[in-house]
């Protein structure tokens, strides 16, 4: 990947996205199958599931500056201007849009986004604020049932078999759950908390394994350090500008661990394939050379407040 990355200045996300958007399609053409994406995450990925919670301001995204660019009919919980990447990816895999879990009238033939802004892989992470990873398991198992009684169990073990399961989740955990968390700091040196996150990770994975799922796409944690809020707390503390080297330290930490994960569990559970995405670099560059990308800007927010507009306000 790392070589074509170089040979087609193609982003190792496009390949990443590109990869698990093949693997949808190739199985959809042929005539009555059904092909479904199943999303699991945090605010990344959120399509407007926590609409639906009781949770504080800083967990939802139902006002507006989300939503402002207008592709969808004003907010719709996304934690972004228009779409996030699991419409895309669908889209790329001529898929409709995979609705959110809780939307009552949801249809789940195509798959179901579990994701939930604030959630993390433990769910100590933002307790009672967000649907956490276990819960959005809980719920895969409730579509399952559903899907069985709709599409018999023949069908449903077909449609599980040849769909795909995205995460795109843990930000949360080294953030609020642990930088955030001076209890949660004094309990655990940052390795022995890294274990802990993939720990629960592997076993999601393995879970979803056991219930007869196949195809997996991860995107990796970001330069958490670099982003706004983090920038604006080093600044904070130490008067200096610059990326949160800590929080960053922690995300690579988090990505190392589960590229050996993934490496050892592509050989322990058989007809298991993934793939997963470099975030970490792909962001990097993206925050470094924004023009390079078509933005003007790198390194501030758009919307909140503090000195990089990244507070939330
Ligand atoms: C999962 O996380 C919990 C904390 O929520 C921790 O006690 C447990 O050891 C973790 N499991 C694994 C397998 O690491």
């Not at 719709?76 to 959110?100: M, Q, W």
């Not at 009552?104 to 939930?116: D, V, W």
């Not at 953030?175 to 700091?185: A, E, F, I, S, T």
Request: aromatic share 12%; glycine share 10%.
């Amino acid at each position: 990947m790392e070589r074509l990355n170089t040979l087609f200045d193609f982003s190792i996300i496009s390949i990443a996205i590109f990869l698990v958007a093949f693997s949808l399609r190739s199985y959809a053409s042929p005539l009555e199958k059904t092909s479904a994406f199943f999303i699991f995450g945090d605010s990344t990925v959120d399509p407007g599931n926590n609409n639906y919670l009781q949770t504080i301001p800083e967990n939802t995204a139902a006002t507006k500056p989300y939503g402002q660019n207008g592709f969808f009919d004003g907010p719709t919980g996304r934690f972004s201007d228009g779409r996030v990447i699991t419409d895309f990816i669908a889209e790329y895999a001529k898929l409709p849009l995979i609705p959110p879990y809780l939307q009552p009238s949801a249809e789940f033939t195509n798959g179901a986004n579990f994701a939930s802004g604030g959630a993390g892989i433990l769910s100590e992470t933002n307790q009672g604020l967000v649907i956490a990873l276990q819960t959005q398991l809980k719920y895969f198992e409730e579509v399952q049932k559903t899907l069985s009684e709709k599409l018999g169990d023949e069908k449903t073990k077909e449609l599980i078999s040849e769909a795909v399961y995205f995460f795109s989740i843990g930000s949360n955990d080294y953030m609020g759950g642990y930088l955030g968390n001076p209890k949660m700091r004094e309990l655990h040196p940052p390795e022995e908390y890294v274990g802990m996150v993939i720990g629960n990770l592997t076993n999601a994975i393995q879970m979803l394994y056991g219930k007869g799922a196949r195809k997996f796409g991860f995107l990796s944690l970001s330069p958490l350090g670099c982003l706004p809020a983090f920038r604006a707390m080093k600044l904070e503390m130490t008067k200096e500008e610059g990326c949160f080297e800590e929080a960053s330290a922690l995300g690579l930490a988090h990505n190392n661990a589960l590229s050996s994960v993934l490496t050892s569990l592509e050989h322990l559970l058989k007809g298991l394939k993934y793939t997963n995405s470099n975030f970490y670099n792909w962001l990097s560059d993206r925050i470094q050379n924004p023009s390079k990308f078509g933005f003007k800007e790198g390194i501030n927010a758009c919307c909140g407040t503090g000195p990089f507009g990244g507070i939330y306000s």
